[in-house]
T-cell receptor
Framework: KAGVTQTPRYLIKTRGQQVTLSCSPI?????VSWYQQTPGQGLQFLFE???????NKGNFPGRFSGRQFSNSRSEMNVSTLELGDSALYLC?????????FGPGTRLTVT | GQSLEQPSEVTAVEGAIVQINCTYQ??????LSWYQQHDGGAPTFLSY????GLEETGRFSSFLSRSDSYGYLLLQELQMKDSASYFC????????????FGRGTSLIVHP
């Protein structure tokens, strides 16, 4: 089985811009979660999608949004980027108690 | 809400045994997981404990005591490649697969 894939792997944006990140889960997995990872805050949960519906949401501002398509692929969008949004964004897909993470997208905001 | 505490850094020598502790506070408890992450890599699943006791997977073992809200990851016969960050994560009883992660423990293995 192919693993979780994320695109792009690296991204540089400037403050005020918006960005869209993409995640393709493992085939058959319907749950897709997004996390932000920074050195100071660790892994912070953004949101989870299951069968095209947002099932859980973390404590992030409304600038962070996401969606899931019928093929379980997911995108997350960050609008009006801030310097503090620089982080590794990880996507994970799940079928049971185990989460499978993608390689992440390294976003740098300048 | 949920919170997890784990040491920020642990050092050990090759061939030794190391234990990484994790204490948690959560309004509901469904299970404790451990993940390994190498620098620049993605977290990978190591183990999951839903019931009290020890789970062994090769050189790695994980322990849970629900009454003490405590668990640990035990790594035996340490190898240089075990140098990585280790995260404990708690699932509450919401019925989803979303864990809350601790801030991670950086394990440094010296020759």
């Amino acid at each position: 089985k192919a693993g979780v894939t994320q695109t792009p792997r690296y991204l540089i944006k400037t403050r005020g811009q918006q960005v869209t990140l993409s995640c393709s889960p493992i085939s058959g997995h319907r749950s897709v979660s997004w996390y932000q990872q920074t050195p100071g805050q660790g892994l912070q949960f953004l949101f989870e999608y299951f069968s095209e519906t947002q099932r859980n949401k973390g404590n992030f501002p409304g600038r962070f949004s996401g969606r899931q398509f019928s093929n379980s692929r997911s995108e997350m969008n960050v609008s009006t980027l801030e310097l503090g949004d620089s982080a590794l964004y990880l996507c994970a897909s799940s079928s049971t108690d185990e989460q499978y993470f993608g390689p992440g997208t390294r976003l740098t905001v300048t | 809400g949920q919170s997890l505490e784990q040491p920020s850094e642990v050092t050990a020598v090759e061939g030794a045994i190391v234990q990484i502790n994790c204490t948690y506070q959560t309004s509901g408890f469904y299970g404790l997981s451990w993940y390994q992450q190498h620098d620049g890599g993605a977290p990978t699943f190591l183990s999951y404990n839903a019931l009290d006791g020890l789970e062994e997977t090769g050189r790695f073992s994980s322990f849970l005591s629900r009454s003490d809200s405590y668990g640990y990851l035990l790594l035996q016969e340490l190898q240089m490649k075990d140098s990585a960050s280790y995260f404990c994560a708690v699932r509450d009883a919401r019925g989803s697969y979303i864990p809350t992660f601790g801030r991670g423990t950086s394990l440094i293995v010296h020759p």
